[in-house]
Nanobody, 121 residues
Framework: QVQLVESGGGLVQPGGSLRLSCAAS????????MDWYRQPTGLERELVAS???????NYADSVKGRFTISRENDKNTVYLQMNSLKPEDTAVYYC???????????????WGQGTQVTVSS
């Protein structure tokens, strides 16, 4: 079994900061790309940022310069540092990881349960 557990969401005022964490655990052999997605109420889920095992990153235009994705490979953990938050950043944030388990030859995509981020005064 593999699990992704997110933490760090909450309520913050516009202009504030939050740091999300997502830790993968279980029978893991390797993790390739790790992503953060978000889904505002009533809208589709969208990619926020991604990072591969070599540290190469990619960001949605809406968060460039404000959000930073990073990871600690030895801890199977990905982070999302969110600065200069805006009300339109309000959403449930999900992490996703492409994981190869020790007992499988295949790479499988796993999702976390989501964490709510609310930006409001």
């Amino acid at each position: 079994q593999v699990q992704l557990v997110e933490s760090g969401g909450g309520l913050v005022q516009p202009g504030g900061s939050l740091r999300l964490s997502c830790a993968a655990s279980g029978n893991i052999f390797s993790i390739n790309v790790m992503d953060w997605y978000r889904q505002p109420t009533g809208l589709e889920r969208e990619l926020v940022a991604s990072i591969n095992s070599g540290g190469v990153t990619n960001y949605a235009d809406s968060v460039k310069g404000r959000f930073t994705i990073s990871r600690e490979n030895d801890k199977n953990t990905v982070y999302l540092q969110m600065n200069s938050l805006k009300p339109e950043d309000t959403a449930v944030y999900y992490c996703r990881a492409h994981i190869k388990r020790r007992d499988s030859a295949y790479v499988v995509t796993y999702w976390g349960q989501g964490t709510q981020v609310t930006v409001s005064s």
